[in-house]
């Protein structure tokens, strides 16, 4: 009893002070949560009996204004306590309280999205598309929006996340500083799907096409010096083509960035940067060795018959007692796994594993989770089914079935665990009117159902495809058409007192591109 006396005091001393135990997730500052792109949420509270009472924060507002595709992040240290942040189609970007949903503040006048004039697209309006990322050490946000006006431009931005101000020497036109080899970045032509990602000191934004395989577009990564950004770098596909098309957007292990590109044209029987994991360092730079790009051996088969390695975005994995331990996973249109040793990824080869996983992949992000069991990854396909596979621990690795879910709606997963091997926790939302708009969650090792959608008030609407929600302080936030919608556990979980933030100089507004 005494124990239990000291730890409940040192847990309420912890959020008094701003200190927070070691198994609580907090500040979630970008898409699936790590620059691996594993979607992995340590969270003490998501035990499978409490995840299975889930239900919806009725009091939770949440009200926003436009079409939603991003991840909502969630960060603590504001002025005024824990807050989300959400982006919209409509170039409107939300802060709002964590616990309450109501709006802290908001920019709606970055510039007007586009819905006309684009060769094609499957987006309408297109604004904000990717997920934000938010560097603590500044506090500031980043993101890529596509603006109408005589010319339609790509903007990468940078706001202060406490108040919304756009950062002096803010935004970068992409399309005015992005060259790579004598190919000028047209942002008409290039749609920003993919999660932003920040590396050492550098955001980067990836590119693919409009939905269409539309015009002369190509498969980008621009990056942009946080600290310096007139210091812009590119890369680019040298085929037409080589789009970037997964939620995920820039994968990393922390020093170098992974990509996965999809179908490339008029390539003469050429490698020409398409089907393909590309490995890039800071900048960023691509080496053109190939150790530092993947394409299988098929990958003239996979162009002409449109079926994309690149339809999911990469997932940097480490399986320890394997060999190679140190992985990338791409998953295709081809309904194929691949996975890849990232430290020499071999050129145009065979994988170190690969595996028919059923169905069409493409668009989403993966997940990848370790538990007692063995490491798996997990992924929601074309066939409406959760899918998961385990990764053995041999030399060379292996790629093993483990389970299978039917599941309607094409949504990108997240995972919770307790720690880092226990009561894991896939889940994933119903997405679209082909879905039933409800979250959904399996247990990690066997898929058996843990939260079936809840009743009547879990029922959400607007949810859009490739959507994935995240998990913050014993809650989980999704985000659909003008409705952040929050999700609680019956015992709930303490909001932290808000800790004031250090003073800095203030924000210069920027006008309006």
Same mark, same amino acid.
Request: charged letters at 15%.
């Given at each position: 009893?005494?124990?239990?006396?000291?730890?409940?005091?040192?847990?309420?001393?912890?959020?008094?002070?701003?200190?927070?135990?070691?198994?609580?997730?907090?500040?979630?500052?970008?898409?699936?949560?790590? @620059?691996?792109? %594993?979607?992995?949420?340590?969270?003490?509270?998501?035990? @499978?009996?409490?995840?299975?009472?889930?239900?919806?924060?009725?009091?939770?507002?949440?009200?926003? +204004?436009?079409?939603?595709?991003?991840?909502?992040?969630?960060?603590?240290?504001?002025?005024?306590?824990?807050?989300?942040?959400?982006?919209?189609?409509?170039?409107?970007?939300?802060?709002?309280?964590?616990?309450?949903? *109501?709006?802290?503040?908001?920019?709606?006048?970055?510039?007007?999205?586009? +819905? +006309?004039?684009?060769?094609?697209?499957?987006?309408?309006?297109?604004?904000?598309?990717?997920?934000?990322? /938010?560097?603590?050490?500044?506090?500031?946000?980043?993101?890529?929006?596509?603006?109408?006006?005589?010319?339609?431009?790509?903007?990468?931005? +940078?706001? %202060?996340?406490?108040? $919304?101000?756009?950062?002096?020497?803010?935004?970068? %036109?992409?399309?005015?500083?992005?060259?790579?080899?004598? *190919?000028?970045?047209?942002?008409?032509?290039?749609?920003?799907?993919? &999660?932003?990602?920040?590396?050492?000191?550098?955001?980067?934004?990836?590119?693919?096409?409009?939905?269409?395989?539309?015009?002369?577009?190509?498969?980008?990564?621009?990056?942009?010096?946080?600290?310096? @950004?007139?210091?812009?770098?590119?890369?680019?596909?040298?085929?037409?083509?080589? $789009?970037?098309?997964?939620?995920?957007? /820039? &994968?990393?292990?922390?020093?170098?960035?992974?990509?996965?590109? $999809?179908?490339?044209?008029?390539?003469?029987?050429?490698?020409?940067? $398409?089907? &393909?994991?590309?490995?890039?360092?800071?900048?960023? !730079?691509?080496?053109?060795?190939?150790?530092?790009?993947?394409?299988?051996?098929?990958?003239?088969?996979?162009?002409?018959? %449109?079926?994309?390695?690149?339809?999911?975005?990469?997932?940097?994995?480490?399986?320890?007692?394997?060999?190679?331990?140190?992985?990338?996973?791409?998953?295709?249109?081809?309904?194929?796994?691949?996975? /890849?040793?990232?430290?020499?990824?071999?050129?145009?080869?065979?994988?170190?594993?690969?595996?028919?996983?059923?169905?069409?992949?493409?668009?989403?992000? &993966?997940?990848?989770?370790?538990?007692?069991?063995?490491?798996?990854?997990?992924?929601?396909?074309?066939?409406?089914?959760?899918?998961?596979?385990? !990764?053995?621990?041999?030399?060379?690795?292996?790629?093993?079935?483990?389970?299978?879910?039917?599941?309607?709606?094409?949504?990108?997963?997240?995972?919770?665990?307790?720690?880092?091997?226990?009561?894991?926790?896939?889940?994933?939302?119903?997405?679209?009117?082909?879905?039933?708009?409800?979250?959904?969650?399996?247990?990690?090792?066997?898929?058996?159902?843990?939260?079936?959608?809840?009743?009547?008030?879990?029922?959400?609407?607007?949810?859009?495809?490739?959507?994935?929600?995240?998990?913050?302080?014993?809650?989980?936030?999704?985000?659909?058409?003008?409705?952040?919608?929050?999700?609680?556990?019956?015992?709930?979980?303490?909001?932290?007192?808000?800790?004031?933030?250090?003073?800095?100089?203030?924000?210069?507004?920027?006008?309006?591109?």
């Amino acid at each position: 009893m005494r124990r239990s006396i000291f730890l409940v005091a040192i847990f309420l001393a912890c959020l008094c002070t701003g200190v927070v135990p070691g198994n609580a997730q907090v500040n979630v500052t970008q898409e699936h949560n790590n @620059p691996s792109r %594993d979607g992995v949420y340590i969270d003490a509270a998501f035990t @499978p009996s409490a995840a299975a009472n889930l239900m919806r924060d009725l009091s939770f507002d949440g009200t926003i +204004s436009g079409n939603v595709y991003a991840q909502p992040l969630y960060i603590e240290g504001a002025p005024n306590g824990p807050m989300i942040i959400a982006v919209t189609e409509s170039n409107n970007v939300y802060a709002l309280n964590a616990t309450t949903g *109501t709006v802290t503040w908001q920019r709606t006048d970055i510039g007007p999205s586009v +819905s +006309s004039g684009l060769p094609c697209s499957n987006i309408n309006p297109v604004g904000i598309t990717g997920t934000p990322i /938010v560097d603590l050490t500044s506090r500031r946000l980043f993101f890529d929006a596509l603006i109408d006006g005589t010319t339609i431009k790509h903007f990468i931005y +940078s706001l %202060d996340v406490d108040t $919304g101000a756009t950062t002096l020497g803010w935004p970068v %036109d992409v399309n005015a500083t992005a060259t790579y080899n004598g *190919t000028t970045f047209e942002s008409r032509i290039q749609e920003e799907r993919g &999660a932003l990602a920040l590396v050492n000191g550098i955001v980067y934004a990836s590119y693919s096409g409009q939905s269409g395989d539309c015009d002369n577009y190509h498969g980008w990564v621009v990056g942009v010096d946080i600290n310096s @950004p007139t210091n812009v770098h590119a890369w680019a596909t040298t085929a037409v083509g080589g $789009g970037i098309w997964g939620h995920g957007g /820039v &994968a990393s292990d922390g020093t170098n960035m992974f990509v996965v590109t $999809g179908n490339t044209f008029n390539t003469a029987g050429n490698w020409m940067g $398409g089907e &393909a994991i590309i490995r890039l360092e800071a900048g960023p !730079i691509w080496t053109g060795q190939p150790t530092d790009y993947w394409a299988p051996t098929n990958w003239l088969h996979l162009d002409q018959t %449109d079926t994309d390695l690149g339809g999911v975005s990469a997932t940097v994995i480490e399986v320890r007692g394997a060999a190679p331990s140190q992985l990338v996973l791409a998953l295709g249109k081809d309904s194929n796994a691949y996975l /890849v040793n990232r430290n020499n990824l071999g050129g145009v080869t065979s994988p170190v594993a690969q595996a028919n996983v059923s169905g069409i992949n493409r668009g989403t992000s &993966a997940v990848a989770y370790q538990t007692n069991q063995g490491m798996y990854f997990a992924f929601h396909n074309e066939a409406n089914a959760i899918r998961a596979y385990r !990764i053995t621990r041999t030399t060379p690795p292996m790629i093993v079935f483990a389970w299978s879910q039917n599941q309607t709606g094409r949504g990108s997963p997240w995972v919770t665990a307790t720690d880092r091997t226990d009561n894991t926790i896939v889940w994933v939302a119903g997405t679209t009117q082909q879905g039933d708009q409800r979250l959904h969650g399996y247990d990690g090792d066997t898929g058996a159902e843990i939260y079936a959608g809840g009743g009547a008030n879990e029922l959400m609407t607007g949810t859009r495809q490739w959507n994935t929600g995240m998990v913050a302080r014993g809650r989980i936030y999704f985000g659909a058409d003008n409705k952040i919608y929050a999700f609680k556990l019956p015992t709930g979980t303490p909001t932290p007192t808000p800790i004031p933030p250090r003073p800095r100089p203030t924000p210069v507004p920027r006008p309006t591109p």
